[in-house]
């Protein structure tokens, strides 16, 4: 079997143009958390991947420039970088690029939709998030 390719995962941002009354910032917080969390067991658990840390810490990356460099110099091969959108309390978007750091080109750039505002919802967005990289992102 090849050997697994080594990624690295950025903490993902976080866009909100729902334009909901209400303040949600802690459970989107919360919620992004722990899309990441699942993103990370999920990709773990794959053959092909060996994830690699970045060594800065979740959400204090900086920009691409720096998360590459900290990537690289964790000997990773691959970085994935993306953004949770939520446009309304039923439609949200998860975009997404898994970049190739040697070639220092976009190896795959992804658009998935998602319905729901809710734990689970994005628990499941993050599920299939780890799911899309493994079978159409890495080679």
């Known amino acids: 079997p090849a050997e697994p390719s080594t990624l690295a995962v950025a903490s993902f ?7 909901e009354v209400r303040d949600q910032t802690a459970e989107h917080v919360a919620r992004l958390k722990e899309f990441g969390a699942v993103l990370q067991d999920d990709l773990s658990a794959s053959p092909k991947i060996d994830l690699v840390a970045l060594p800065c810490e979740a959400g ?19 970085l994935l970088v993306g953004e949770v959108h939520k446009m309304s309390t039923l439609v949200g978007w998860v975009k997404f690029a898994v970049l190739d750091l040697s070639e220092n080109k976009p190896l795959c750039d992804r658009y998935l939709t998602y319905r729901g505002d809710t734990d689970e919802a994005w ?3 993050a599920a299939f998030t780890a799911r899309d990289v493994g079978k159409y992102c890495m080679p």
């Open 60 to 78: 204090r990356c900086g920009d691409l420039g720096a998360i590459a460099t900290q990537a690289k110099a964790a000997s990773a091969r691959y």
């Open 13 to 19: 941002a976080f866009k909100d143009t729902s334009g």
């Open 123 to 125: 628990r499941r967005a």
